[in-house]
């Protein structure tokens, strides 16, 4: 008999085959057990890479993870104190909040609640207080449901919560003035309306009593004298202050771009005009700050655009603006309120024209023309005109002019750019015909290259065909609201295709504000950029060029533009003060300064600066103005130099001033303007820019005073 069966070849290959099948399980393990190390690996650096404090706590035992973020946020490095819920309750949470913020978490552990959301203040370990948005999220439930570990993120909302503070203590103030203002017509109001109010209601009694035929028909005529006469009661008390010249105009200084924001919020989000479309086409040339009565030109181009939908009976107004002449101190702005609505006939728009005759011992009765009577009035008391044109089926167009200044910012458009632009490619979404046109117009002025698509499907498949060929689109801009798909559908569509192999920059055009956004729907939160309506050319331009020097693929495909010869030979030899308290900050202003050869001498602080304004025997050709400083800061300082305080050999009164803040606070730009400065600029201080900033000025100021700078 054989040494060996015939069966046991067979048996060592099925043996083989098995050893050949666990060395595939095995290697199979080990990538997936490396996968998961890379991506515990990737979670750990997101992180510790994030400027929001994470922290991971495991409830029964009390310990906490701290990321280095959440540390940083307060002062503290790890090692510091234990991670643990004690240093949470004993160091880390305000000795205020600790039991409402303990009571919470308690009460929704208790509830068996997912998530929660709070606000509270955190301690720095230098013993200021840190307002936080903390989103909370429990798991791992035990055996009775109750969660044992619990994981949140805390956002610091300091600067919110000050400006809320601000804006809260500013409404009080207006609030107050506007009560006082109101009472003299509410008085007045009253004494008049109370004997009218009586004689109607007097003839309504006497309706019901028995009258022949006659005494009927006189009570009727009273009572229908009655209520015209009160209509033209309440019209005269409103209108009596433009005919007694009780309208002071104002003359601050004000950011047109923001008063349109007002306006496109207040119609498009107000419930009573849920459909509207409001469409602005602001040319380049027209100044974004200027001088003048901001809240009765709202008030004249809030009125005509209500007409507008009111009237039409369209859902789409275009509010266009264009500069068309301007003198050594003012301007004169044309603003046109156009529908293509229903229109009005030959009769109707002639009898509104007679009824808009500038004449003061002119009152319109008309309900319907009487806000246009107003609006007419202001008009010609800010120095311009107004015009109605209209016909049937064809819309309707309000044109009117109004004279303003200029601000001490001067015309802020774009005069040079600190990068080359024509290498980034954008696409424009909105199904907006007239709007996308106007968008697209934009920004091509600042020479980015422009693709326009007018629904959300064809924009994915360009976005993914450009992809594909190696051109990739570098920002798109969407409409919030498009039909079948919005814009925030569309950037999550973006956002989650895998195919992209570049993904673009999504920014989402808008008058909602971010905060309604991303509470209402979670693909708010993959939008890169918010941009209110309407969106101008530095709106435009700030957002993109703040998302270049951000990411370093776009800034080697948009070049920093050289300064010409120009503004060299400008700058040169120039004499500026600077203001700053920061020992740091002074060397890297005065390095950035010397290196185009201007001189530079140092203030500590706004007291400083106008001491040496004062005995200074060389003039200064511009200051640089940090405005948080010791002992005074930068916002009284400049009131005052403007104000005249300080004159010494060279009065300063007319030295242009240039805002330097760490802030960088929505309304930062407002009060600098309002105190009397010509410029601004964030910190950390971009040198390019810098530059540009005080060549612009300079070269402003040499045309202001008809002379060449030193």
């Not at 008049?192 to 005494?215: F, K, V, W």
């Not at 309506?533 to 270049?548: C, H, Y």
Request: hydrophobic share 40%; glycine share 4%.
């Amino acid at each position: 008999m054989s040494e060996h069966s015939p069966h046991s070849g067979s048996a060592e290959a099925a043996l083989a085959a098995k050893i050949k099948l666990l060395e595939a399980e095995l290697a199979s393990l080990k990538q997936q057990q490396q996968q998961m190390t890379d991506r515990d690996t990737r979670h750990q650096y997101a992180m510790e890479a994030t400027n929001d404090g994470l922290w991971d706590w495991h409830i029964p035992s009390g310990k906490i993870y701290f990321n280095h973020s959440y540390l940083r946020m307060l002062g503290y490095d790890y090692g510091d104190l234990p991670a643990d819920l004690h240093t949470l309750r004993e160091y880390f949470v305000h000795p205020d909040d600790v039991a409402d913020v303990l009571t919470e978490y308690q009460t929704a552990l208790d509830n068996r609640r997912e998530s929660v959301q709070l606000q509270y203040r955190l301690l720095h370990r230098d013993g200021n207080s840190i307002w936080v948005h903390a989103k909370a999220k429990f798991f791992e439930p035990d055996s009775q449901g109750r969660a044992t570990r619990c994981v949140g993120i805390n956002s610091d909302i300091s600067d919110f919560i000050k400006a809320r503070e601000d804006l809260l203590g500013a409404k009080a103030q207006a609030d107050l003035a506007n009560k006082t203002k109101s009472e003299f017509l509410a008085r007045v109001s009253h004494e008049i309306r109370t004997p009218m109010n009586a004689i109607i209601g007097i003839g309504y009694l006497l309706h019901d009593t028995t009258l022949d035929e006659q005494q009927q028909s006189y009570l009727t005529s009273i009572n229908s004298a009655a209520d015209s006469l009160l209509q033209i009661i309440n019209q005269l008390l409103d209108f009596s202050k433009i005919e007694a010249g009780r309208v002071i105009l104002e003359y601050a200084h004000f950011d047109i771009e923001q008063l349109f924001e007002k306006i496109s919020r207040l119609f498009e989000i107000s419930a009573l005009h849920r459909t509207v479309n409001i469409v602005y086409d602001i040319k380049p040339d027209v100044p974004r700050f200027l001088r003048g009565d901001a809240s009765r030109l709202s008030q004249i181009l809030g009125h005509l655009i209500s007409n507008a939908f009111q009237y039409s009976h369209t859902d789409q107004v275009i509010v266009r603006v264009a500069k068309t002449r301007q003198t050594h101190k003012t301007l004169l702005l044309d603003f046109t309120v156009e529908d293509k609505g229903v229109g009005m006939s030959p009769k109707q728009l002639a009898t509104i024209k007679e009824q808009l005759v500038f004449n003061k011992n002119l009152i319109s009765t008309d309900k319907n023309t009487y806000g246009l009577s107003i609006c007419s009035h202001l008009v010609h008391l800010m120095q311009g005109s107004f015009a109605i044109e209209s016909s049937p089926n064809k819309g309707c167009k309000v044109s009117f002019s109004v004279m303003l200044e200029h601000s001490h910012l001067g015309e802020k458009t774009l005069l040079s750019q600190p990068r080359c632009l024509n290498n980034i490619r954008v696409l424009i979404v909105d199904d907006n015909t007239i709007a996308r046109t106007i968008l697209a117009s934009t920004a091509r002025s600042i020479r980015l290259q422009v693709d326009e698509e007018e629904n959300a499907l064809g924009a994915i498949e360009r976005i993914r065909h450009a992809d594909q060929c190696g051109n990739p689109y570098h920002f798109v801009l969407l409409d919030y609201r498009m039909p079948s798909m919005n814009g925030l559908q569309l950037t999550g569509l973006i956002k989650s295709d895998c195919h992209l192999q570049q993904k673009p920059w999504v920014f989402l055009i808008s008058a909602y504000h971010r905060d309604e956004i991303s509470s209402a729907d979670p693909n708010a939160l993959l939008v890169d950029e918010f941009l209110s309506k309407p969106v101008s050319e530095s709106r435009l331009f700030d957002a993109i060029g703040q998302t270049i020097a951000q990411v370093q693929s776009l800034q080697d495909i948009s070049p920093p533009m050289t300064s010409d010869g120009d503004n060299r030979a400008l700058l040169e030899h120039t004499r500026i003060l600077i203001a700053e308290d920061n020992l740091v900050n002074q060397q890297v202003l005065r390095g950035i300064l010397k290196k185009k050869n201007i001189t530079s001498v140092i203030a500590a602080n706004g007291i400083e600066a106008l001491q040496i304004l004062d005995t200074t025997e060389q003039p200064f050709d511009a200051i640089l103005m940090d405005l948080e400083m010791p002992e005074m800061d930068g916002i009284e300082a400049t009131r005052q130099i403007r104000a005249g305080a300080v004159g010494g050999k060279y009065p300063a009164a007319q030295i242009p001033i240039i805002a330097v803040t760490a802030q960088a606070m929505r309304g930062d730009r407002e009060r600098c303007l309002a105190a009397g400065m010509d410029g601004y600029l964030s910190k950390p201080v971009n040198p390019e820019l810098l530059y540009t900033t005080l060549a612009d000025i300079l070269r402003a100021q040499a045309v202001t005073n008809d002379h060449t700078p030193r």
